[in-house]
């Protein structure tokens, strides 16, 4: 039994949580049927599962410990775009095999980024098969404050957090597709492998936004959620964007606006928000700009030279898709 | 965009739910970042994550229909052996194409079973991989109702639902290990592929049980987590399991002892609760009975000819297991 599923549980995934708090309403987690906690008062439960698959979302060759911590990212950002603060996460991983090095550097990244997050491993399930790992996160937001996609307006401001683009830099370089000195290539790579979730943003985003979302689809897809749930249009200012300068430098701009894994959040904010949230980004040294307004309708990228239209350019409106081969 | 993601979850998931009543406490479903919802008031969260993966969890050749309702079946009888009511459920589906005979055939079985359990989907990612399927289920008890492993206690009845072993019976079938008339044939089919969780004993559970598992790795193995996690040994009597004629006639008891994929249910019952129990399952007809007794030490079956000794006996005690070969 040296090797089986609950001693394999036991042994990487029951680690003693290294926070010094225990788990906000916790009952019962790993180890029963399921988990049991209670949710803390007036706040609501905000929900998401992810999965990433290797030679699909990852290489075959990343590092476990990357693996993992992109892979709670990934989840507690869909959190962070809803307002919510991360809480607690399930895990379902499909293995190989036992591999202890795989084990050992997995476990380490997931709790080094649960640890980062303030988030909790409560339950899971393994089993054999292609690598694979699902996650489900459970996040709080107290009832009323959450954001959703639906909620911009014509007027509002469109901000981004971060720089749009430098996971697509990563997955070029790694795929030898473009070259650059050691020490960017080195923030591109970190971008692409071990993403990190804006929790930073979160009371910002409750208190100033209208709408969010995160990244993950490349900028222009996913801004086009926001637009397409409420209803309205926009207008991008090109130069607004904190770009790498690679993409002025090759004209690649398409490549950083439809690059996807970013993990920053594009969001709205009201004009009688924007002072407030100026003030409150200054304050805090956050990475925060304006890079756009909503519009009533129409989807337009402004450039020096001129206004693209975003729904009719292709190579611009492309983003990321699963089931687009 | 025929076949996109947005789509697809568009047109396959998104179906209007064919239940009378609005998912409770719902803000936001499927569609946004994350899903909102509210757990309502003195009730906990229960909540459990199940992949199934094809050609190991169930045959490539299975139809879609049944895999969708056996892997939302399996997540919900976990809860159901936390004495949790189902609620609400994340679905994680990796596909290899967008083959529109199984997202029907699917999407068909999921909602079926999604129907029968009352339970709602609110969210979930699809990506492109080999057939794989992670359901995360939400539960909900009220607080101080759930069940543990835990909670078993020397003297108390260890009882169990249905028929223990149809499922062996079925994938030896299917294997072509053994033969059968046709109507038992299908019986044992319809237990592998089609599982019924058993929501019918959730109130029962809550009001008499004070330990619970349900049956996924086999008899032996699941009542075995019961007795590690309370301290405790047991008895269990061969007679008094309400196994089909193949087990006797072949003389094959630890086939379906130990087969596993039942998702019925086995508990315990303090000496106290006994009477209360056997009243309310003869009022209701349900499928329960008695089949041994929890003591302070020790895992013994009792045949008519002697008691095996289950922590000796390796064909009795072995269940299944994800990473024993």
Redesign the interface.
């Known amino acids: 039994?040296a090797?089986?599923?609950?001693s394999?549980i036991e042994r990487y995934f029951r680690q003693p949580s290294n926070r010094a708090v225990p788990t906000q309403g916790l009952?019962?987690g790993i180890?029963?049927?399921?988990?049991?906690?209670?949710?803390p008062a007036a706040c609501?439960?905000?929900?998401?599962?992810?999965?990433l698959?290797s030679g699909?979302?990852f290489p075959a060759t990343a590092k476990p410990e990357d693996v993992a911590y992109k892979v709670l990212s990934v989840n507690v950002s869909?959190?962070v775009?809803?307002g919510?603060k991360p809480w607690?996460f399930?895990?379902?991983l499909?293995l190989p095999d036992?591999d202890k090095n795989f084990l050992e550097g997995f476990s380490k990244g997931l709790f080094a980024a649960a640890n980062d997050y303030s988030i909790d491993l409560?339950?899971?399930?393994?089993?054999?098969?292609?690598l694979?790992i699902?996650i489900?996160a459970?996040?709080l937001?107290p009832?009323g404050c959450?954001l959703?996609?639906?909620g911009a307006q014509p007027g509002d401001h469109i901000m981004v957090s971060g720089s749009i683009g430098l996971a697509a830099l990563g997955l070029a370089l790694e795929q030898g597709r473009i070259g650059m000195d050691i020490t960017a290539a080195h923030t591109c790579l970190n971008a692409l492998h071990r993403p990190r979730a804006r929790t930073d943003l979160i009371v910002l985003l409750r208190e100033f936004a209208s709408a969010?979302?995160?990244v993950s689809d490349g900028l222009i897809a996913d801004l086009g959620h926001v637009l397409q749930?409420s209803g309205v249009g926009a207008r991008l200012f090109l130069d607004d964007l904190d770009l790498h300068p690679y993409f002025s430098e090759h004209d690649a701009h398409s490549m950083a606006l439809n690059g996807g894994d970013d993990y920053q959040i594009v969001f709205t904010v009201p004009s009688r928000n924007l002072e407030g949230l100026l003030d409150t980004v200054t304050e805090q040294g956050l990475d925060v700009r304006a890079i756009g307004e909503i519009v009533d309708d129409g989807y337009q990228l402004i450039t020096q030279h001129k206004a693209v239209d975003l729904l009719a350019h292709s190579e611009f409106a492309g983003g990321y898709?699963?089931?687009?081969a």
Chains 1, 2 share one sequence.
């Open positions: 039994m090797s089986d599923e609950f394999l009952r019962l180890g029963d049927d399921a988990a049991v906690s209670r949710v609501l439960l905000v929900q998401t599962i992810d999965t698959i699909r979302h869909d959190l775009a809803m919510a607690t399930l895990l379902a499909t036992t409560i339950g899971g399930d393994t089993c054999r098969g292609d694979s699902t489900q459970n996040g937001v009832d959450y959703e996609r639906a969010a979302i995160d749930q898709n699963h089931f687009v």
